[in-house]
């Protein structure tokens, strides 16, 4: 099955369950046999999570697009007097889950916001805590380690208040976004403004010690060379190894189009979006699952993803805007039985789940 001597020794490791290095990582995104690379993450994935593919039927909550980070690879944040920019009241935030109720299997709520130049922590905290009240049989996923980090900074409260202030007002899980790549050098380059890497995975840290489960993500195809993306990939590995905390891991590829970088920077192609998220399988043997976002990666090629390591296609999504921003092209929200359709048509199994992978339905 070698894609070529060359890969041999991967392939070998590989088959016997044995950790990639940080060169392997490497060779691996510079390996052009992409059938054996798919080839390899699949009969991984195969063997750790079964033929089961997760989704949920979910809908997400952008409390606000008014940010003062101002990060180039986004076209959601805005200014308070841009077009566009706009602050949901409480009511405003539960409207949209009234509307998103119609679904009468939506499961959970997925809320991610801008950081307000004006918000105190308890605007947020309100928001959140009236979402819990009213809906208190959806699962809360939210905010993610930058938003915590924000809260923590304009609070004065320490992470760890304010993770046990979110977990008392409904908070199961933190979302996985705003790990984006976990270099300082991109970093600077890119959101100097907002949380680093370390302050990013200390959010992660906290939160596993309190009990709640976090996503991880990575954002690439901007500026990041390689090596970075592998770096990233071991930070995630060696942070799960510490704490077993980690959820899922989520590929974003970068979408250019209405953000600072859009004019220098070009799409990814299908084929290093596959390649990408076959190599995370394989370097991330800790994190049994592995996410094709349809929203950025299309519907066609998140189906194919299933094939090169994905065990979970994320969900129906409701009410996703930022990625929309950003020119996804991919349609606002999926139903239940196109997601249903899309992973049997992969030839696999769907199964219906919580925020915490707790299967509701499935189908066999
Ligand atoms: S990525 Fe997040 S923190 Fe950065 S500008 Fe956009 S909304 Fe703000």
């Known amino acids: 099955m070698y894609a070529t001597d060359e890969y041999a020794d991967i392939e070998q490791k590989i088959l016997n369950g044995e950790r990639l290095t940080r060169e392997d990582g490497i060779r691996l995104f510079k390996c052009h046999d992409i059938a054996w690379l798919g080839n390899m993450a699949d009969m991984v994935r195969k063997k750790k999570c079964g033929d089961i593919v997760y989704y949920n039927v979910n809908c997400h909550v952008n409390l606000t697009n008014i940010c003062t980070s101002h990060c180039k690879f986004c076209a959601f944040g805005k200014d308070k007097d841009s077009k566009g920019a706009y602050a949901f009241s409480v009511e405003e ?38 979402l819990h009240n009213e809906f208190p049989e959806l699962y809360l996923k939210g905010f993610t380690g930058v938003e915590i980090t924000h809260f923590s900074k304009i609070s004065g409260l320490s992470v760890e208040e304010v993770l046990k202030k979110l977990k008392a007002a409904g908070l199961k899980a933190i979302a996985g976004g705003g ?43 901007h500026i990041e060379t390689i090596e970075e993306r592998v770096d990233h990939l071991i930070k995630l590995r060696d942070l799960q190894d510490e704490t077993g905390g ?6 974003f590829p970068f979408l250019p189009k209405n953000t600072e970088l859009g004019k220098s920077v070009k799409q990814t192609s299908m084929w290093d979006d596959l390649r990408t998220m076959a190599i995370s399988r394989l370097m991330l043997d800790n994190i049994k699952n592995i996410k094709a976002y ?26 996703e805007t930022i990625l929309h921003d950003a020119g996804a092209t991919s349609p606002t929200a999926l ?7 899309i992973i049997r048509d992969a030839g696999r199994i769907p199964a219906a789940c ?4 707790n299967i509701l339905r499935r189908f066999d």
């Open 294 to 319: 349809w929203v950025m990666l299309t519907v066609p090629v998140a189906q194919i993803a299933l094939g090169f390591g994905a065990n979970d296609i994320d969900g129906t999504v409701h009410k």
């Open 335 to 341: 139903s239940e039985d196109h997601i249903i359709k």
């Open 354 to 357: 919580d925020c915490n992978f």
């Open 246 to 251: 980690l959820q899922t891991f989520i590929c």
């Open 179 to 221: 790990a984006e790549i976990l270099s300082d050098r991109v970093r600077t380059e890119l959101c100097p403004k907002k949380a680093t890497a370390d302050e990013w995975i200390e959010v992660a840290r906290t939160a596993h010690k309190l009990g709640i489960k976090t996503n991880a993500s990575m954002l690439y195809g």
């Open 93 to 130: 935030a539960l409207n949209v889950v009234r509307d998103a109720k119609k679904d009468p299997n939506l499961a959970g709520l997925h809320v991610v916001s801008g950081l307000h130049p004006d918000w105190t922590f308890e605007d947020y905290l309100e928001r959140l805590q009236a």
